[in-house]
Nanobody, 126 residues
Framework: QVQLVESGGGLGQAGGSLRLSCIVS????????MGWFRQTPGKAREFVTA????????DYANSVKGRFTISRDNAKNTVYLQMNGLKPEDTAVYFC???????????????????WGQGTQVTVSS
């Protein structure tokens, strides 16, 4: 069974940085687009960023473009989210997810991801 485990969350300061990691156990990691989403209480889980199988394609939500960077290391079955220029509104639970390649559509769509991690809390103080 494929499992995604996030780490690296915690408390950050406005203007500071945090780096999240997501390790994927089992499966052929390099065959899948990977994404990061985030969720705050009472709101829907929202797209943050995604990266293609080889890392050559990345997509970002407008709210994080220029501040966050997604990357992956296929040899380590790991996807990363480098978060710079943190803002209090970045406070959320962050989830990594694996996209189902059999489903057509854009990496921005939450419905295309069928395996999720448990999430890691990121809290940004002002």
């Amino acid at each position: 069974q494929v499992q995604l485990v996030e780490s690296g969350g915690g408390l950050g300061q406005a203007g500071g940085s945090l780096r999240l990691s997501c390790i994927v156990s089992r499966g052929t990691f390099s065959s899948y687009t990977m994404g990061w989403f985030r969720q705050t209480p009472g709101k829907a889980r929202e797209f943050v960023t995604a990266i293609g199988e080889s890392g050559d394609r990345t997509d970002y939500a407008n709210s994080v473009k220029g501040r966050f960077t997604i990357s992956r290391d296929n040899a380590k079955n790991t996807v990363y989210l480098q978060m710079n220029g943190l803002k209090p509104e970045d406070t959320a639970v962050y989830f990594c997810a694996r996209m189902n390649p059999r489903l057509p559509g854009s990496p921005f769509s939450r419905a295309l991801y069928d395996i999720w991690g448990q999430g890691t809390q990121v809290t940004v103080s002002s």
